[in-house]
């Protein structure tokens, strides 16, 4: 442990931010800030279970060619590590989306999943030794105050709903802290098309049994808006689950968890601009809290 922990230290030291490392940042906020209207969407036609099962079920088929390609340079022996990114990664937070959302707005789920970043430091600092300095847990801390004041005041703006269904988002946000600091931790030496590749495979075998038992057939034979919804999970899958995990195991292991994970705090941005598409209104106090949560991300990525 003491090895690893500093090893983590020393590649975080080592982390260059620039400007392509900004720009993956930025169009990752944009697709996966869009992904909350997508899961919205596919909830239409399909069950949450169903949701999160076709997601990763047509995620994994997608990455098959790459598992093809690469294997001869992937260490089997590492299948472990692989499971638990992709489980604790993609697995578990793409069943507790869909279940959060029947009960609160898309734009509210984009607003909690801001909280990324902060678990994503906290686990890195408690499990792996992270170095830090006060200017990014200041920025953490920003970004965090913009995101609780949209959530506080979210009512006003029909951002609402039933709030106790946003725990399914904390707790999706913080299995996604943790899989930063294992992708860092673990795979540094892995190309980020195999990781992403191998960890859906392995995930996606289990996700297509899900699937199975839920008798998706039928919803496909008998619903009238099923190929609207299942349009919007190809999209979610391809766009926002197989180009981006890539990207973002690419933008991890150029930088460091913590900048990565900053790419939630974005999102909301473009979560809230689909709810104005989607006929929710945004009052002023929204605009708000996402100058906060923007002047979080740059005090984070300050030196």
């Known amino acids: 442990m003491f090895y690893l922990c500093a090893t983590f230290s020393k590649m975080t030291d080592r982390a260059k931010i620039d400007t392509q490392s900004w720009v993956i940042m930025i169009f990752l906020s944009m697709v996966w800030g869009s992904s909350f209207i997508l899961i919205k969407k596919v909830l239409i036609a399909f ?6 099962a076709l997601r990763i079920g047509i995620s994994a088929f997608a990455f098959l060619p790459f598992v093809w390609i690469n294997r001869k340079q992937i260490d089997w022996s590492r299948w472990k590590m692989f499971l638990a990114i992709g489980m ?11 279940f959060a959302e029947t009960h609160i707005s898309s734009a509210m789920a984009g607003l909690l999943n801001s909280l990324s970043p902060i678990w994503t430091l906290i686990i890195g600092i408690v ?24 959530i506080l005041f979210g009512n006003s703006g029909g951002l609402g709903g039933d709030l106790s269904y946003g725990l399914f988002v904390i707790l999706a946000t913080f299995f996604y802290g943790l899989s930063a600091n294992l992708v860092q931790t673990y795979t540094y030496d892995v190309k980020p098309i195999i990781t992403a590749s191998v960890t859906f ?23 009238p808006d099923v190929w609207y919804s299942l349009g919007a999970a190809t ?48 009052g002023i106090i929204h605009f708000a809290g996402l100058i906060l949560i923007l002047a979080g991300v740059y005090f984070t990525k300050s030196k």
């Open 47 to 52: 069950e949450p279970v169903q949701v999160a």
């Open 88 to 98: 604790v990664g993609n697995g578990i937070p793409a069943f507790l989306f869909p």
């Open 235 to 282: 999209v979610l899958a391809l766009l926002g689950t197989v180009l981006s995990t890539v990207l973002f195991y690419k933008l991890i292991l150029q930088t460091n968890a913590v900048f990565g994970s900053t790419v939630t705090y974005l999102m909301p941005f473009f979560a809230i601009l689909w709810g104005i598409a989607d006929g929710e209104h945004i």
């Open 127 to 150: 499990l792996f030794g992270l170095r830090f300095k006060i200017t990014k847990i200041a920025g953490i801390l920003i970004g965090f105050i913009g995101a609780a004041l949209l």
């Open 201 to 223: 495979m392995l995930i996606g075998i289990p996700a297509f049994f899900v699937l199975w038992q839920t008798d998706v057939s039928s919803v496909i034979v008998s619903n």
